[in-house]
């Protein structure tokens, strides 16, 4: 298995950079003025733009060249198998694109492009590409998780009271609602609140000590497929949609593990499993 999933790791960053570079030319191109079109999809402010659709189709593309006859699943054009479920074993791929698609639409600097890597519904391998900083966050099971070359490590606050909390927001206005009641609540019980725009990059920063914890509801699987393991290969505890009911059903936790039991305990007595 850790050979193979090391090779799936190199398969994973190789795709995601390349995948990186076009999403960053096409982010200097819509700043220097170009046409970007756009739809909609859940809502009004759930967008998604040609290059979403564009870059997916090419690290289809990729992937189809590099590992013929793996399942894909992506955001934008679904796929065969299920990533959250085990299938028979076969490797399948769970890619975002642009996760963080407002920001890039904004001119934002904080979007990433994810691709991970399952075996059975098991993460396995997982890379993360900021096509603007070019920063490369990869993990691979059972090895641990790195940026540029440098092994991640989760921070370890000694108190909730002292935990930076990352988290995020729905894109319907009523769950947005509930979503602010919860952090209301909680803003009383921890340092801060940051809130990023891109769950993948959130992630990351649990795994590099940038924040204590992150918490969301909503995510999908491309969100959290490649996130959720560097985090995990970097020390955190971690819980991703259908694992921890108490937090909701769709909840994704990542938490440094001195201060996992308590953050977990105020955001279920803050309502979190009713948002």
């Known amino acids: ?42 809502s009004d402010t759930d967008v998604v733009t040609a290059a979403d659709q564009e870059t997916e189709r090419f690290i289809r593309a990729r992937l189809s060249e590099l590992r013929p ?28 694109p642009i996760d963080g698609t407002v920001n890039f639409l904004y001119g934002h600097p904080s979007f990433a492009v994810s691709v991970g890597a399952q075996i059975a519904g098991v993460p396995v391998a997982g890379a993360v590409i900021e096509p603007v900083s070019g920063r490369r966050w990869t993990a691979t099971k059972g090895e641990g998780a790195w940026l540029d070359g440098r092994r991640l490590r989760v921070s370890s606050p000694e108190r909730l ?5 990352a988290t995020g927001f729905g894109y319907r206005a009523e769950r947005r609602q509930r979503q602010a009641d919860l952090v209301r609540a909680l803003l009383g019980e921890v340092r801060d609140i940051r809130r990023g725009g891109s769950a993948a990059l959130d992630l990351c920063a649990v795994a590099a000590g940038w924040v204590d914890a992150y918490f969301e509801h909503g995510l999908s699987p491309w969100d959290w497929a490649a ?49």
């Open 161 to 165: 009271d002292l935990t930076m909390l």
């Open 69 to 96: 006859g793996d399942e894909v699943l992506g955001e934008e054009e679904g796929g065969s198998g299920d990533a959250g479920e085990p299938s028979s074993g076969a490797v399948n791929w769970v890619v975002d």
């Open 227 to 275: 996130g959720a393991l560097i985090a995990t290969e970097a020390g955190a505890t971690v819980s991703v949609p259908g694992q921890d009911p108490e937090l909701g059903a769709d909840a994704t936790f990542a938490c440094a593990p001195t201060i996992a039991g308590p953050l977990r305990a105020a955001l279920v007595d803050c309502g979190a499993g009713g948002v």
């Open 1 to 42: 298995m850790t050979t193979e999933a090391a090779k799936l790791t190199e398969v994973a960053a190789r795709v995601a950079t390349e995948a990186a570079e076009l999403v960053r030319t096409r982010h200097h191109e819509m700043n220097a003025g170009g046409a970007m079109a756009t739809a909609t999809k859940s």
